[in-house]
Nanobody
Framework: QVQIVESGGGLVQPGGSLRLSCAAS????????MGWYRQAPGKQREFVAR???????NYADSVKGRFTIGRDSAKNAIYLQMNSLKPEDTAVYYC???????????????WGQGTQVTVSA
């Protein structure tokens, strides 16, 4: 099995910063990519940022220039540094990992339980 654990959410004022962390563990043969998604109340889950095994990054337009995704490949871990936070960034943030498990030939998606980020004065 594969476990995804996030941490680092909380309450922050507009303009502030937060850093989210995520670690994948378990029967992982290789990691294709890891990323962050978020879901605000009453809205669908949306893409935030992604980093591939080669280090390539992608960001949603709404967070470009404010959020930075990075990784520690040796630990199958990523982080999301969020600066200049806005009230519209309020959401539950989910970590995603696309991995191949030992004994498998497919790439599968795994999700964390989510961590709440609230941006409010």
């Amino acid at each position: 099995q594969v476990q995804i654990v996030e941490s680092g959410g909380g309450l922050v004022q507009p303009g502030g910063s937060l850093r989210l962390s995520c670690a994948a563990s378990g029967s992982i043969f290789s990691t294709y990519a890891m990323g962050w998604y978020r879901q605000a109340p009453g809205k669908q889950r949306e893409f935030v940022a992604r980093i591939s095994s080669g280090g390539s990054t992608n960001y949603a337009d709404s967070v470009k220039g404010r959020f930075t995704i990075g990784r520690d490949s040796a630990k199958n871990a990523i982080y999301l540094q969020m600066n200049s936070l806005k009230p519209e960034d309020t959401a539950v943030y989910y970590c995603n990992a696309v991995v191949t498990r030992y004994g498998s030939v497919s790439r599968d998606d795994y999700w964390g339980q989510g961590t709440q980020v609230t941006v409010s004065a």
